[in-house]
């Protein structure tokens, strides 16, 4: 990134009193710990800020410094907007025209990203929108304290998903290090982010186990809106259940259909090296890395299942084992 937008935007900030920050619906770790690390750095220099999200923060992530700041409502005035960890401008989930003014920085890590404000601070090549954050904080005259480390370290572990991914460098695991250093509890949030799961997260994992399909090294699952009641999970999301289904050996790409209220289907992918997911979902209006993408789709279930198998499959080579 040039040292001159960097520049620009410590000079908005510095001209700014109230400053509002959005990130994507059905936040992740990377979301939450991007939205609160700027919240809590922003207020330590003296700002009045307003962290927003859409559905509020997951129970998960609730227990992160400064998460009860967060709120669902966009003030009508302010002196700055800032996106972090979003696409697009339609990714917060909020209609473009609730905003109280354009977006001045857009702060994010994923390959899709449109660079929609005036002031755009995006490298796809960082793990994590907190691994950004974390590299532009000095030159924004920012500092990092110890509640600040412990969200920046959040979005490095969730979106890395344990430091696991591709997108993982030497600069990624640096920066962990020097997390730790400055009090981010790495053991307490790789437990409470990745490893703890409700009771009935578990039950709605089950739904979407009963009806696993496979088709080569492609599979798939749904969960509908009956699941979600059935067993009173409180998430529009899969509670994560795509990133086990990662697991499964064999497969190159896995995707789940979740069914959302007002008759929309989030499709979540994940896929190994060499399968460019992102693609996949930016042809269906959504985006997100190689290895793991998502988006929404208007229409129903079934229909959608059958156009994003076709448009999955004529995406992947067949694997060694289905060319013997």
């Known amino acids: 990134m040039a040292d001159p937008t960097i520049e620009n ?11 509002i920050i959005l990130s994507h619906e059905r936040p992740d770790g990377d979301a939450v710990g991007s939205l609160l690390a700027l919240t809590l750095s922003l207020e330590r220099a003296g700002k009045d800020v307003v962290p927003i999200l859409l559905e509020g923060v997951p129970s998960r992530f609730r227990f992160l410094p400064g998460a009860d700041k967060v709120t669902a409502d966009i003030p009508s005035d302010c002196d700055l907007v800032v ?6 401008l339609e990714r917060t989930g909020f209609p473009v025209a609730t905003l109280p003014r354009q977006p001045d920085i857009n702060i994010d890590h994923h390959p899709t990203n449109t660079n929609y404000a005036e002031i755009n ?11 950004i954050l974390y590299d532009v904080f ?8 110890a509640d600040v480390a412990a969200n920046l370290m959040t979005g490095l572990i969730t ?21 730790i250093e400055l009090g981010a509890p790495m053991a307490e949030i790789y437990s409470r982010t990745l490893n703890q799961r409700s009771f009935v997260s578990a039950q709605y994992w089950g739904k979407g186990l009963s009806r696993l399909e496979r088709e080569n090294s492609i599979l798939w699952t749904s969960l509908t809106l009956e699941d979600r009641k059935a067993v009173g999970y409180p998430g529009s999301d899969d509670a994560d259940l795509v990133n086990l289904l990662a697991t499964i050996e064999g497969i190159q790409v896995v995707m789940v259909f979740i069914e ?14 060499g399968v460019d997911v992102a693609a996949i979902a930016f042809s269906f209006g959504g985006g997100g890395h190689k290895q793991a993408a998502g ?30």
Request: charged share 30%.
């Open 9 to 19: 935007a410590r000079a908005v900030l510095n001209a700014a009193q109230r400053v």
């Open 83 to 88: 996106f972090v960890d979003a696409s697009d």
């Open 121 to 131: 601070i995006v490298n796809d090549k960082a793990s994590a929108t907190t691994e």
């Open 138 to 145: 000095p030159g924004l005259g920012l500092e990092i304290d």
């Open 159 to 179: 979106d890395t998903i344990g430091f696991r991914t591709d997108s993982v460098t030497p600069r990624t695991l640096m920066i962990a290090s020097e997390l």
């Open 260 to 273: 959302q209220i007002d008759g929309k289907v989030k499709v979540s992918w994940r896929s190994r090296p």
């Open 295 to 324: 988006a929404t789709i208007e229409g129903d279930m079934q229909v959608i299942q059958e156009r994003v198998l076709t448009a999955t499959r004529e995406s992947i080579s067949p694997s060694p084992e289905e060319r013997a």
